[in-house]
């Protein structure tokens, strides 16, 4: 089981805003920052989200992110075909000597 | 530009031992850390551990401490995933990816193409 705790999926039609939460804990999210992957079909992981809200170049705006205490969300505004992908939330852990975790990962379907 | 290229596909039997590839080029090699993630088939990412080139301080983490191990050779800009003795539920793609520099990495990007291994009798 992840120690980010994230939506099995999610879906919305194209232009659409879709939201996507994950939630940890005081040793991860609530003392680091919260990193955002796409995961498209087939394809290796892409960084979209770095330190809780900003966009690496390259990536629309359209991708936003944010943090409050413990959990953190993604946001998709205007929803687009080519978004259908696998989200994951990723944080470094404090506990354990330090390690990074992922989110189980978010099925995102545009209708 | 940055590149990560993986080595290609492994089919092995249960017990075999087997090291896969990760050769980086397009900045300076020492100073960033290099991050290991596995994928089984279906499921999600899970951060394997990570090796700092420059002085091969290695992380693993909790599920992986002891199952594998990373090593790097910096003259040729290459990491490496080692394991002694597969098992079948060793069968993943297996992705490399760079991360920051600093005490840790706390992110990874790009990654690289992935490696699937198989392990099937």
């Known amino acids: 089981q992840s120690v980010l705790i994230q939506p099995p999926s999610a879906s919305g039609t194209p232009g659409q805003r879709v939201t996507i939460s994950c939630s940890g804990s005081?040793?991860?999210?609530?003392?680091?920052?919260v990193y955002w992957y796409q995961q498209l079909p087939g394809t290796a992981p892409k960084l979209i989200i770095i330190?809780?809200?900003d966009r690496p170049s390259g990536v629309p705006a359209r991708f936003s992110g944010s943090k409050s205490g413990t959990s953190a969300s993604l946001a998709i505004s205007g929803l687009r075909s080519e978004d259908e992908a696998d989200y994951y939330c990723?944080?470094?852990?404090?506990?354990?000597?330090?390690?990074?975790?992922f989110g189980a990962g978010t099925k995102v379907t545009v209708l | 530009e940055v590149q990560l290229v993986q080595s290609g596909a492994e089919v092995k039997k249960p017990g075999e031992s087997l090291k896969i590839s990760c050769k980086s080029s397009?900045?300076?090699?020492?100073?960033?850390?290099i991050g290991w993630v596995r994928q089984m088939p279906g499921k999600g990412l899970e951060w394997m551990g990570m090796?700092?080139?420059?002085?091969?301080?290695?992380r693993y983490g909790p599920s992986f401490e002891g199952q594998v191990t990373i090593s790097v050779d910096k003259s040729i800009t290459t990491a490496y995933l080692q394991w002694s003795s597969l098992k079948a539920s060793d069968t993943a793609m297996y992705y490399c990816?760079?991360?920051?520099?600093?005490?840790?990495?706390?992110?990874?990007?790009?990654w690289g193409q992935g490696t699937l291994v198989t392990v099937s009798s």
């Open positions: 990816a760079r991360g920051t520099d600093g005490y840790y990495s706390d992110w990874f990007d790009p």
């Open positions: 397009g900045y300076t090699y020492t100073r960033y850390w």
């Open positions: 090796i700092f080139p420059d002085d091969s301080e290695t």
């Open positions: 005081t040793s991860n999210i609530g003392s680091n920052y």
């Open positions: 330190k809780n809200h």
């Open positions: 990723a944080s470094w852990d404090d506990s354990l000597s330090g390690h990074y975790v």
